[in-house]
């Protein structure tokens, strides 16, 4: 079955320094591969998506996120960090040959400190 | 629509009684799905519509949940007999083609009290 898997929970980062944001998934093929994100009392926003070729995807806000097929692996960076990336960002895969569901990670909740 | 609109943006209901849960797709989008997200649950699958069928059900908690779709637009989720545990907030995404990611409403918070 496919999973996704966010193994960190909370993430503190300072203005202005890196963001990493990881997520392994499991899956029997090449899935379609997601970010989102979710500002506090707002619905989900896209930031990237990967479906094939270039493994490295740039997406809105100034994120991109690498796809390593070898790792199992769609982690979101962020070279540069503004107070409002503070958000939940969840990752999500789906699968190549059909219409269906996408799972979504349980999430991972970015706090900015000055 | 420019996005997925969904009403109402808040419900407070009495244990028991039925609620409808409403979401307008992107125009054009021909499949729509419902999730719930609740507090240390993360985003629950509910059920997806292709046009106005429902190839994917299985999320569905139980037999007092159900949706439809008409004119492969509007949709409708109606909780019957609603329990504390309904609570959540309950988003409506729909999605042009398969890969391109899904929109998503604001969502409907739901409270039964």
């Known amino acids: 079955a496919q999973s996704v898997t966010q193994p960190d929970i909370h993430i503190t980062v300072s203005e202005g320094a890196s963001l990493e944001l990881r997520c392994n998934y499991s899956?029997?093929?090449?899935?379609?591969l997601f970010w989102y994100v979710q500002s506090p009392g707002q619905g989900l926003q896209l930031l990237l998506k990967y479906f094939s070729g270039d493994t490295l995807v740039q997406g809105i806000k100034g994120f991109e996120a690498e796809f390593k097929r070898s790792q199992s692996s769609f982690n979101l960076r962020k070279p540069s960090v503004h107070w409002s990336d503070a958000a939940e960002y969840f990752c999500a895969v789906g699968a190549t040959d059909s219409w269906g569901k996408l799972q979504f990670g349980a999430g991972t909740q970015v706090v900015v400190t000055p | 629509g420019a996005g997925v609109s969904q009403s109402p943006s808040n419900k407070v209901t009495e244990k028991g009684k039925d609620v409808e849960l409403r979401c307008d797709p992107i125009?054009?989008?021909?499949?729509l799905y419902w999730y719930r997200q609740s507090l240390g649950q993360g985003l629950e699958f509910l059920i997806y519509?292709?046009?106005?069928?429902?190839?994917?059900k299985s999320g569905l908690p139980s037999d007092r949940f159900s949706a439809e779709r008409t004119g492969g637009s509007v949709s409708t989720l109606t909780i019957q007999r609603t329990q504390q545990e309904d609570s959540a907030v309950y988003l409506c995404?729909?999605?042009?083609?398969?890969?391109?990611?899904?929109?998503f409403g604001s969502g409907t918070r739901l409270t039964v009290v």
């Open positions: 899956y029997g093929a090449t899935p379609y």
């Open positions: 125009s054009g989008h021909t499949a």
């Open positions: 995404a729909s999605s042009l083609d398969r890969g391109q990611g899904y929109t």
């Open positions: 519509f292709q046009g106005n069928s429902a190839p994917d």
